[in-house]
């Protein structure tokens, strides 16, 4: 009995690798709509949050800073991605050794693991504030950096799309 639906549709897998998460947020990011400097605001914002240890509510955090500063929104969604499953351990380890530097604590945790920000409480208040200020100081410099190279590189697209666009009109 042949199937009347017609030809199969392999579906796109749910977990998908590395490789296919950055080449979805690149055609994310090629197709964000706005200057280079309200783009570029907003990916520095989602990178900033993406850096802090408010799992369960950077989108939302993102989002409203991002319209605080005037950045773009989708561009500050994109910048969250930073934070995932596989990037967390690092990033959070990262944020309370940097933490319990600048704040003069003896680092005791060898690793960090929780879910949410009320887990990171039941640590105790060292170890949340260390977490805290080191995402402050690590959320802000990559977050700088994410707005010069963000910028840089949609100034560019945008001047190479305007230029191909005035080459083909002048053709016609």
Same mark, same amino acid.
């Given at each position: +009995?042949?199937?009347?639906?017609?030809?199969?549709?392999?579906?796109?897998?749910? $977990? %998908?690798?590395?490789?296919?998460?950055?080449?979805? +947020?690149? =055609?994310?990011?090629?197709?964000?709509?706005?200057? *280079?400097?309200?783009?570029?605001?907003?990916? &520095?914002?989602?990178? @900033? /949050?993406? /850096? #802090?240890?408010?799992? *369960?509510?950077?989108?939302?955090? &993102?989002?409203?800073? &991002? $319209?605080?500063?005037?950045?773009?929104?989708?561009?500050?969604?994109?910048?969250?991605?930073?934070?995932? *499953?596989?990037? /967390?351990?690092?990033?959070?380890?990262?944020?309370?050794?940097?933490?319990?530097?600048?704040?003069?604590?003896?680092? #005791?945790?060898?690793?960090?693991? $929780?879910?949410?920000?009320?887990?990171? +409480?039941?640590?105790?208040?060292?170890? %949340?504030? !260390?977490? /805290?200020?080191?995402?402050?100081?690590?959320?802000?410099?990559?977050?700088?950096? &994410?707005? @010069? =190279? #963000? @910028?840089?590189?949609?100034? %560019? $697209?945008?001047?190479?799309?305007? !230029? #191909?666009?005035?080459?083909?009109?002048?053709?016609?």
């Amino acid at each position: +009995m042949k199937n009347k639906s017609g030809p199969s549709r392999k579906k796109p897998p749910v $977990f %998908t690798g590395p490789r296919e998460r950055i080449s979805q +947020m690149l =055609v994310r990011m090629r197709q964000l709509e706005g200057n *280079p400097h309200t783009i570029a605001l907003g990916m &520095a914002v989602g990178i @900033f /949050i993406s /850096i #802090t240890p408010i799992i *369960p509510l950077q989108t939302v955090v &993102a989002i409203a800073l &991002a $319209f605080l500063v005037r950045g773009s929104k989708s561009a500050a969604v994109l910048g969250t991605w930073l934070s995932n *499953p596989l990037t /967390i351990p690092v990033v959070y380890y990262a944020d309370y050794k940097l933490g319990c530097s600048l704040l003069g604590y003896r680092a #005791t945790l060898d690793h960090i693991a $929780f879910d949410s920000f009320s887990q990171l +409480m039941e640590l105790g208040l060292e170890v %949340t504030w !260390a977490m /805290i200020s080191g995402s402050l100081v690590l959320g802000g410099l990559l977050g700088v950096i &994410a707005y @010069f =190279v #963000t @910028f840089r590189v949609f100034s %560019t $697209f945008r001047k190479r799309s305007l !230029a #191909t666009e005035t080459e083909s009109g002048s053709e016609l």
